[in-house]
């Protein structure tokens, strides 16, 4: 079994709301990733988790927050954006750093 | 720095017919290759990988892929294919070692007509 979940599917928001968006995973995998996707562009890259911790925050604007409360879980915390950030949010998980990623269905954040 | 350029943004092929995408990397080592596929409004899914060993990777769905360390090219391949197959194809290129993650190509869209 190779899935990674995503909730919510689809999100509206308004640039004063809090929203967070979950990923989950049971394939045993220790590093865990965030990307933001642009329509008609590929993923690009947010935050590393590996083995719970951050490992790689790609310069990320700090209205994103991540969050990592177990191996299986990962969270996307969401505060004052803007409606340049609307987007696909990706969420993949991998066996190590170097291992395959494999994604989840994303989440379609709409930002007004 | 690795990259990885697909040079076609679009290609259209008729049903039936063969496939072949194209993808060239630049890596300083030998470097860890992957296909995805994404369906309008969906996630990524995996089609086929390289790490090391035979230069040609089988892969799902009938997609098959080679390696080919001279001309730095991880090019995809499909003897005939289905108007399901119409979807972004990204290639991506890892690392083997280090602190890297994956860097994607920019994707081609394959298009088929009837």
């Known amino acids: 079994d190779t899935e990674v979940t995503q909730t919510p599917k689809h999100l509206v928001m308004g640039m004063t709301n809090k929203k967070s968006l979950k990923c989950e995973q049971h394939?045993?995998?220790?590093?865990m990733y965030w990307y933001k996707q642009k329509a008609k562009k590929p993923p690009e890259l947010m935050f590393v988790y590996s083995y719970e911790k951050l490992s790689i925050n790609e310069s990320v604007p700090s209205r994103f927050s991540p969050e990592c409360p177990n191996s299986s879980l990962l969270n996307l915390h969401l505060h004052a954006l803007q409606p340049e950030d609307s987007a696909l949010y990706l969420c993949?998980?991998?066996?190590?750093?170097?291992?395959?990623?494999?994604f989840g269905p994303g989440t379609r954040l709409l930002v007004l | 720095a690795q990259s990885v350029t697909q040079p076609d943004i679009h290609i259209t092929v008729s049903e039936g017919a063969s496939l072949e995408l194209r993808c060239n990397y630049s890596y300083g080592a030998t470097p860890y290759l992957f296909w995805y596929v994404q369906s309008p409004g969906q996630g990524l899914q995996l089609l086929l990988k390289y790490f090391s060993g035979d230069t040609l990777v089988q892969g799902i769905k009938g997609f098959e892929a080679e390696f080919k360390r001279s001309q730095s090219s991880f090019n995809l391949r499909k003897p005939s294919v289905h108007w399901s197959d119409a979807a972004e194809y990204f290639c991506a290129v890892g690392a083997q070692s280090g602190y890297s993650t994956l860097t994607f190509g920019k994707g081609t869209m394959l298009l088929v007509s009837p």
């Open positions: 993949a998980s991998s066996q190590g750093l170097q291992e395959t990623q494999y």
């Open positions: 394939m045993g995998h220790r590093a």
